[in-house]
Protein backbone atom coordinates (compact mmCIF):
# COMPACT_ATOMS: atom_id res chain seq x y z
CA UNK A 1 0.00 0.00 0.00
CA UNK A 2 2.94 2.32 0.87
CA UNK A 3 4.53 1.78 -2.46
CA UNK A 4 1.31 2.31 -3.99
CA UNK A 5 0.81 5.40 -2.35
CA UNK A 6 4.17 6.75 -3.35
CA UNK A 7 3.05 6.11 -7.17
CA UNK A 8 0.00 8.15 -6.81
CA UNK A 9 2.05 10.84 -5.05
CA UNK A 10 4.52 11.27 -8.12
CA UNK A 11 1.76 10.99 -10.39
CA UNK A 12 -0.29 13.91 -8.72
CA UNK A 13 3.28 15.46 -8.76
CA UNK A 14 3.28 15.65 -12.78
CA UNK A 15 -0.61 16.41 -12.87
CA UNK A 16 0.13 19.68 -10.31
CA UNK A 17 2.95 20.35 -12.99
CA UNK A 18 6.06 21.85 -12.43
CA UNK A 19 7.30 24.84 -14.98
CA UNK A 20 10.70 25.34 -15.75
CA UNK A 21 12.43 28.20 -14.45
CA UNK A 22 11.09 31.09 -16.16
CA UNK A 23 12.18 36.83 -15.87
CA UNK A 24 9.22 39.07 -14.65
CA UNK A 25 8.12 41.86 -17.32
CA UNK A 26 4.83 43.06 -18.36
CA UNK A 27 3.07 41.25 -20.80
CA UNK A 28 2.42 41.86 -24.63
CA UNK A 29 -0.47 40.38 -26.33
CA UNK A 30 -0.21 36.92 -27.65
CA UNK A 31 3.61 36.55 -26.16
CA UNK A 32 5.16 34.86 -23.56
CA UNK A 33 6.71 36.01 -20.62
CA UNK A 34 9.27 34.26 -18.74
CA UNK A 35 8.96 34.59 -14.66
CA UNK A 36 12.39 34.30 -12.59
CA UNK A 37 12.16 34.71 -8.84
CA UNK A 38 15.50 36.54 -8.71
CA UNK A 39 18.46 34.30 -7.43
CA UNK A 40 17.02 31.43 -7.98
CA UNK A 41 17.86 28.18 -9.79
CA UNK A 42 13.95 27.31 -9.92
CA UNK A 43 10.88 28.97 -10.51
CA UNK A 44 7.56 27.47 -11.19
CA UNK A 45 4.51 29.61 -11.95
CA UNK A 46 1.34 28.10 -10.13
CA UNK A 47 -1.83 30.34 -10.27
CA UNK A 48 -2.96 33.72 -11.23
CA UNK A 49 -5.93 35.92 -10.57
CA UNK A 50 -8.44 37.91 -12.55
CA UNK A 51 -6.47 41.40 -12.02
CA UNK A 52 -2.79 39.53 -12.83
CA UNK A 53 -1.30 38.14 -9.40
CA UNK A 54 0.52 35.19 -9.94
CA UNK A 55 1.62 32.66 -7.24
CA UNK A 56 4.32 29.78 -7.45
CA UNK A 57 7.25 28.38 -6.17
CA UNK A 58 11.25 28.57 -6.63
CA UNK A 59 14.29 27.12 -5.13
CA UNK A 60 17.14 28.66 -3.50
CA UNK A 61 20.11 26.31 -2.18
CA UNK A 62 17.70 23.16 -2.08
CA UNK A 63 15.05 24.87 0.21
CA UNK A 64 11.79 25.81 -1.37
CA UNK A 65 9.26 28.47 -1.25
CA UNK A 66 6.26 30.36 -2.29
CA UNK A 67 5.71 34.01 -3.76
CA UNK A 68 3.66 36.38 -4.94
CA UNK A 69 4.40 38.32 -8.44
CA UNK A 70 1.98 41.21 -8.44
CA UNK A 71 3.06 43.81 -11.08
CA UNK A 72 6.68 43.63 -10.92
CA UNK A 73 7.22 42.73 -7.42
CA UNK A 74 8.18 39.60 -5.58
CA UNK A 75 7.04 38.99 -2.20
CA UNK A 76 8.40 35.68 -1.03
CA UNK A 77 5.70 33.06 0.74
CA UNK A 78 7.30 31.03 4.14
CA UNK A 79 4.76 30.06 6.78
CA UNK A 80 6.71 30.59 9.87
CA UNK A 81 8.59 27.13 11.11
CA UNK A 82 8.30 25.61 7.65
CA UNK A 83 10.98 23.82 6.06
CA UNK A 84 9.75 24.21 2.76
CA UNK A 85 6.37 26.56 1.46
CA UNK A 86 4.54 26.07 -1.62
CA UNK A 87 2.08 28.26 -3.30
CA UNK A 88 -0.65 26.79 -5.33
CA UNK A 89 -3.65 29.17 -6.53
CA UNK A 90 -4.59 32.80 -5.69
CA UNK A 91 -8.02 34.24 -5.58
CA UNK A 92 -9.77 37.42 -7.14
CA UNK A 93 -9.87 39.17 -3.58
CA UNK A 94 -5.89 37.71 -3.59
CA UNK A 95 -6.30 34.93 -0.58
CA UNK A 96 -3.46 32.38 -1.29
CA UNK A 97 -3.61 28.53 -0.55
CA UNK A 98 -0.91 26.12 -0.90
CA UNK A 99 1.20 23.80 1.73
CA UNK A 100 4.06 23.69 3.60
CA UNK A 101 6.22 21.09 5.27
CA UNK A 102 7.14 21.04 9.34
CA UNK A 103 8.82 18.13 11.15
CA UNK A 104 8.46 16.25 7.92
CA UNK A 105 4.98 16.29 8.25
CA UNK A 106 3.35 18.43 4.74
CA UNK A 107 0.28 20.90 5.92
CA UNK A 108 -2.15 22.94 4.04
CA UNK A 109 -2.74 26.53 4.61
CA UNK A 110 -4.22 29.89 3.79
CA UNK A 111 -2.68 33.35 3.58
CA UNK A 112 -5.47 35.75 3.86
CA UNK A 113 -4.43 39.48 4.74
CA UNK A 114 -1.49 38.68 5.76
CA UNK A 115 -2.03 36.45 8.32
CA UNK A 116 -1.63 32.29 7.61
CA UNK A 117 -3.96 29.68 9.08
CA UNK A 118 -2.78 25.88 9.08
CA UNK A 119 -5.48 23.58 6.73
CA UNK A 120 -5.44 19.98 8.59
CA UNK A 121 -8.26 17.52 7.75
CA UNK A 122 -9.22 15.98 10.73
CA UNK A 123 -7.43 12.42 11.49
CA UNK A 124 -5.40 12.78 8.28
CA UNK A 125 -1.35 12.34 8.18
CA UNK A 126 -1.04 14.89 5.93
CA UNK A 127 -3.01 17.37 3.34
CA UNK A 128 -2.83 19.76 1.01
CA UNK A 129 -4.67 23.16 -0.18
CA UNK A 130 -4.55 23.32 -4.08
CA UNK A 131 -7.35 25.39 -4.75
CA UNK A 132 -9.82 27.95 -3.85
CA UNK A 133 -12.64 30.26 -5.49
CA UNK A 134 -13.75 33.96 -5.22
CA UNK A 135 -16.07 32.87 -2.05
CA UNK A 136 -13.15 31.26 -0.30
CA UNK A 137 -14.08 27.78 -0.79
CA UNK A 138 -10.63 25.73 -0.61
CA UNK A 139 -9.99 21.97 -2.07
CA UNK A 140 -7.36 19.97 -2.17
CA UNK A 141 -5.91 16.43 -1.17
CA UNK A 142 -5.50 14.58 2.34
CA UNK A 143 -3.99 11.30 3.37
CA UNK A 144 -6.01 8.97 5.57
CA UNK A 145 -4.75 5.63 6.38
CA UNK A 146 -2.68 5.81 3.67
CA UNK A 147 -5.25 6.82 1.21
CA UNK A 148 -5.76 9.69 -0.61
CA UNK A 149 -8.80 11.39 -0.39
CA UNK A 150 -9.86 14.89 -2.00
CA UNK A 151 -11.30 16.96 0.16
CA UNK A 152 -13.62 20.62 0.44
CA UNK A 153 -13.02 23.35 3.29
CA UNK A 154 -16.47 25.87 3.18
CA UNK A 155 -17.26 27.91 5.74
CA UNK A 156 -14.97 26.11 8.55
CA UNK A 157 -16.88 22.33 7.46
CA UNK A 158 -14.27 19.60 6.16
CA UNK A 159 -16.48 17.18 3.03
CA UNK A 160 -13.97 14.40 1.66
CA UNK A 161 -14.48 14.04 -1.83
CA UNK A 162 -14.05 9.96 -2.85
CA UNK A 163 -14.61 9.54 -6.57
CA UNK A 164 -13.65 6.28 -7.63
CA UNK A 165 -9.61 5.88 -7.10
CA UNK A 166 -7.36 7.63 -4.98
CA UNK A 167 -8.68 11.31 -5.63
CA UNK A 168 -6.79 14.76 -5.29
CA UNK A 169 -9.30 18.06 -5.67
CA UNK A 170 -7.05 20.85 -7.52
CA UNK A 171 -9.52 23.65 -8.64
CA UNK A 172 -12.81 25.09 -7.70
CA UNK A 173 -14.67 27.23 -9.57
CA UNK A 174 -17.33 30.21 -8.17
CA UNK A 175 -20.43 27.69 -8.41
CA UNK A 176 -18.58 25.25 -6.59
CA UNK A 177 -17.89 22.71 -9.06
CA UNK A 178 -14.71 20.96 -8.56
CA UNK A 179 -12.04 19.53 -10.89
CA UNK A 180 -9.32 16.96 -9.93
CA UNK A 181 -7.39 13.87 -10.74
CA UNK A 182 -8.32 10.35 -10.01
CA UNK A 183 -5.50 7.23 -9.87
CA UNK A 184 -6.84 3.74 -10.44
CA UNK A 185 -5.48 0.73 -11.85
CA UNK A 186 -1.86 2.68 -12.73
CA UNK A 187 -4.01 5.06 -15.24
CA UNK A 188 -4.55 8.61 -13.95
CA UNK A 189 -8.07 10.50 -14.91
CA UNK A 190 -9.55 13.82 -14.62
CA UNK A 191 -13.17 14.29 -12.97
CA UNK A 192 -15.55 17.03 -12.93
CA UNK A 193 -17.97 16.84 -9.40
CA UNK A 194 -20.97 19.54 -10.10
CA UNK A 195 -24.21 20.03 -9.23
CA UNK A 196 -23.57 18.57 -5.94
CA UNK A 197 -24.40 19.29 -2.01
CA UNK A 198 -22.85 18.10 0.91
CA UNK A 199 -23.92 14.67 1.52
CA UNK A 200 -24.62 13.46 -1.84
CA UNK A 201 -22.42 10.68 -3.39
CA UNK A 202 -18.64 11.01 -3.17
CA UNK A 203 -19.47 13.60 -0.86
CA UNK A 204 -19.12 12.94 2.80
CA UNK A 205 -18.80 15.46 5.81
CA UNK A 206 -16.24 15.75 8.97
Do not use: C, W
Amino acid sequence: MRQQLKIYLLALSFVLGVTPKATAGRPQPDTFTTIDFPGASFTSAQGINPRGDIVGNYGIAGVFHGYLLSGDEFTSIDFPGASATFARQINPRGDIVGNYRSAGVVHGYLLSGGEFASIDFPGASASQALGINPRGDIVGNTIIANVMHGFLLSRGSFTTIDFPGVVAALGINPRGDIVGASFSAGAVHGFLLSGREPGDDGLAQH
